[in-house]
Antibody
Framework: QVQLQESGPGLVKPSGTLSLTCAVSGVSISSFEWWTWIRQPPGKGLQWVGEIHQTGRTNYNPSLRSRVTISSDISNNQVSLRLTSVTAADTAVYYC?????????????WGQGTLVTVSS | QSALTQPPSASGSPGQSVTISCTGTSSDVGGYHYVSWYQQHPGKAPKLIIY???KRPSGVPGRFSGSKSGNTASLTVSGLQAEDEADYYC???????????FGTGTKVTVL
């Protein structure tokens, strides 16, 4: 059974950098094609942040592309998200998930989500 | 890229059917056969219930069905049950530059 667990600071200062890690267990991240980050501001809808392929190739939401980096660490079986120059608009629950089907960003395996608040 | 448009709310009595629309453009919903739907209960992570417009992942009940016509996709929940009360989001592939766009979300209430 695939399990995902997000972790990272719950509070980030404006203009700072948000860094999150998604620890994956039950499967090697190198054995599945796409690993995705999705976020959800409090009380609002879902937003696709970006994804990383098992080969290391990445795709990002155009609105975040200049500030976001997704990387993977195969030896530790984890995927990471880095978002720079954050503002209050980046306050959200951040989910990591695995894409089970082509052209669907997320499937049946999700982390529980981690709330990141941007505030001084 | 604008979010896909969904009605804010929908409701039905137990046993009835409810249909949720998801309207986009020819650059997303209308241009590709890659619409997915996610169910989210309060405080929980979303769950994929439909992909490729109408396909159901293993374990998703057959009373969830999807369709598409032009730039609008639809999710129908037949035989409403209390546990179907949740938020529902559509998502469409929007090409190699934008990738994915989510809908605005619909809150389904079982009366």
């Amino acid at each position: 059974q695939v399990q995902l667990q997000e972790s990272g600071p719950g509070l980030v200062k404006p203009s700072g950098t948000l860094s999150l890690t998604c620890a994956v267990s039950g499967v090697s991240i190198s054995s599945f094609e796409w690993w995705t980050w999705i976020r959800q501001p409090p009380g609002k809808g879902l937003q696709w942040v970006g994804e990383i392929h098992q080969t290391g190739r990445t795709n990002y939401n155009p609105s975040l592309r200049s500030r976001v980096t997704i990387s993977s660490d195969i030896s530790n079986n984890q995927v990471s998200l880095r978002l720079t120059s954050v503002t209050a608009a980046d306050t959200a629950v951040y989910y990591c998930t695995k894409a089970d089907f082509f052209f669907s960003p997320a499937g049946g395996s999700w982390g529980q989500g981690t709330l990141v608040t941007v505030s001084s | 890229q604008s979010a896909l448009t969904q009605p804010p709310s929908a409701s039905g009595s137990p046993g009835q059917s409810v249909t949720i629309s998801c309207t986009g453009t020819s650059s997303d919903v209308g241009g590709y056969h890659y619409v997915s739907w996610y169910q989210q209960h309060p405080g929980k992570a979303p769950k994929l219930i439909i992909y490729d417009v109408f396909k159901r992942p293993s374990g998703v009940p057959g009373r969830f069905s999807g369709s598409k016509s032009g730039n609008t996709a639809s999710l129908t929940v037949s035989g409403l049950q209390a546990e179907d009360e949740a938020d529902y989001y559509c998502c469409s592939y929007a090409g190699p530059n934008i990738l994915y766009v989510f809908g605005t979300g619909t809150k389904v209430t079982v009366l």
